[in-house]
T-cell receptor
């Protein structure tokens, strides 16, 4: 089975605060990749960050970091110093080494309040 | 222009009609995907393709047909459209390198389909 679960349908955060978006995954494969995408109100899908199952360090890309806890099968996205432009839908996704198909979670709508 | 394009961007069709959504990518990526996006469900994988003439079912394939005769094109056909297929459809493409997992998928702009 290959499943991604995002349990937070919506989150509200004050500007400049850090925010953590939760993502848990389910797979019996040892080789997999985890991705986070942002979808602003305009609708396009924007790739944010990637974490490989064999990566020993947590991935970071600017204000984005991925808190990867392999034993707990979680891959939470952390956004530091949130900005109004961070308001969007955020999707967690997983790709298995074998099948290579890319499966997404239900998404979390993040709203940054001024 | 390089990229991945979907057409049409908007489509209204009647129940029972056949409709085809087009997807074209210029990178020659091996993998292509079709998703539908519905409120509360996120993006659900309909079909995907590893290469020309190789396709496989995703999570919600019923009522859809795909083909991939050329690497760059991956059309999605609704054989007999139903109201439950009203959705936003996204096509995506991704390269594949053996042993590498970090190739992200690039998405088209989406097609908003309404079945009345």
């Amino acid at each position: 089975a290959q499943k991604i679960t995002q349990t937070q349908p919506g989150m509200f955060v004050q500007e400049k605060e850090a925010v953590t978006l939760d993502c848990t995954y389910d797979t019996s494969d040892q080789s997999y990749g985890l991705f986070w995408y942002k979808q602003p109100s305009s609708g396009e899908m924007i790739f944010l960050i990637y974490q490989g199952s064999y990566d020993e360090q947590n991935a970071t890309e600017g204000r984005y970091s991925l808190n990867f806890q392999k034993a707990r099968k979680s891959a939470n996205l952390v956004i530091s110093a949130s900005q109004l432009g961070d308001s969007a839908m955020y999707f967690c996704a997983m790709r298995l080494g074998r099948a290579q198909k890319l499966v997404f979670g239900q998404g979390t709508r993040l709203t940054i309040n001024p | 222009d390089a990229g991945i394009t979907q057409s049409p961007r908007y489509k209204i069709t009647e129940t029972g009609r056949q409709v085809t959504l087009m997807c074209h990518q210029t990178w020659s990526h091996s993998y292509m995907f079709w998703y539908r996006q519905d409120l509360g469900h996120g993006l659900r994988l309909i079909y995907y393709s590893a290469a020309a003439d190789i396709t496989d079912k995703g999570e919600v394939p019923d009522g859809y047909v795909v083909s991939r005769s050329k690497t760059e094109n991956f059309p999605l056909t609704l054989e007999s459209a139903t109201r439950s297929q009203t959705s936003v459809y996204f096509c995506a493409s991704s390269e594949f390198f053996m042993g590498q997992m970090n190739t992200e998928a690039f998405f088209g702009q989406g097609t908003r389909l309404t079945v009345v």
